[in-house]
């Protein structure tokens, strides 16, 4: 990944020093829509949360969706039925995960400031009874450990020196243990780990300043944003029964639209990735009117070539400075 990312960075840096993206993007080199994900908008450097989860400063998102708006068709949800019939067109849609509060304070005045239309995938289960995502959780009892070595236990063979900042790569470590582990797993995963690293759960204040409100979305929506589901309690859907994910997916779009009053057609696979979800996912998507569903594999939407269950998005993540959030968008092909 890190690696990717700074062969991506190389090339981005030599594609403006020849002024060879501004050559390409009057080349209009591409057709469809390339979709952008985001979670968090600000800055989480010091934050005692997981800090990957932040896309952008706010500074850098205004520059982002300047830069979009005024280069593409920036389109919302409501949108893609034409888009995707339009095979001249590039369309750029701007989605968030997850729910968190930022989207309202940080991107939401954003986006509106420039007339964009974005689209934002909720976990219902934590809006209704405010509480601290795994990964959060993780991120918090790492960083609150009081240990300075952590002995060798069920996730590390070796034992592991805690002596240092960040703790970054620990945590990263947990955040894998956990994904990779089976419902039953995960279930026991973090009192297990509290004991372990002596931390305890988060307390529960942390939860009631990470989420969106009801009336928050309800204000984003008559503002034209589109609000689509991610789940109620974000598991990864493709470790679940059949049954358990018909209830994810059911539930999640039901809480919706008994809030906003419409009908939700559009969804998000947590996680996001290949195996995040199965065949399964897709009857519950279909057995409850979903038209369009969103991964996190990355790429853009090539006209008449698409899985309507499947729709590529792009990551942003802080790391993407503006030379590489650029050719990104004139090169999507070869960066997104
Ligand atoms: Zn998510």
Redesign the pocket.
Known sequence: MLQRISKRELIARTLQQTGFDRMLYQARSWRGILILNY?RIGNGSRSSCDRNLWSATAESFEEQVRYVTKHYDVIGLEDLDLALRNPRGRFVVITF??GYLDNYTEAFPILKSYHAKGAF?I?TGFLDVPSIPWWDEIAWMVRRCPLEVLPANRWSQESIRLDYDDRESVIQMLLLAYKKSSVEQAAGFLSELADVLQTGRAPQRIAHELWMTWPMLREMQQAGMTIGG?TVT?PILATLTAEQQDYEVGECLRRIRKELGTLIDTF?Y???GQSSFNIHTRKALEKHGVRWAFTFIGGHIRPRQYDRFALPRTAIETDINAPLFNALLTLPQWYA
Do not use: C
Request: glycine letters at 10%; charged letters at 20%.
């Open positions: 979670h995960d997850d995938f976990t991610h974000h998000s947590p996680v996001g």
